[in-house]
Nanobody
Framework: QVQLVESGGGLVQAGGSLRLSCTAS????????MGWFRQAPGKEREFVST????????RYADSVKGRFTISRDNAKNTVYLQMYGLRPEDTAVYYC?????????????????WGQGTQVTVSS
């Protein structure tokens, strides 16, 4: 069992930056792939970024590529999402997720554990 807690969300002006953190409790964090997803009001949850168990492989949605960076610190059981150049369309609840297969994955059904989400609001 893995429990995930996100933090770091907030209100920021367009062009600003935020760093989201997701800390996991439970064993075997370092064996899990981790992902970030987001959900805006009235929209489906969408993939943002993923990182494999070692941190070597990453993938990003086209909409955030070049602006967001995912990383992880297995010693701290934490995954990060550094967000630069934020836009109003990035406004959403951001969720982190843990997937047991260890490899990068872009679909929600690849992930077994989810955090409660953290709100990111970007004003224009």
């Amino acid at each position: 069992q893995v429990q995930l807690v996100e933090s770091g969300g907030g209100l920021v002006q367009a062009g600003g930056s935020l760093r989201l953190s997701c800390t996991a409790s439970g064993r075997s964090f370092s064996s899990y792939a981790m992902g970030w997803f987001r959900q805006a009001p009235g929209k489906e949850r969408e993939f943002v970024s993923t990182i494999n168990w070692s941190g070597v492989n990453t993938r990003y949605a086209d909409s955030v590529k070049g602006r967001f960076t995912i990383s992880r610190d297995n010693a701290k059981n934490t995954v990060y999402l550094q967000m630069y150049g934020l836009r109003p369309e990035d406004t959403a609840v951001y969720y982190c997720a843990a997937g047991p297969w260890g490899t990068i994955a872009t679909m929600t059904y690849h992930y077994d554990y989810w955090g409660q989400g953290t709100q990111v609001t970007v004003s224009s």
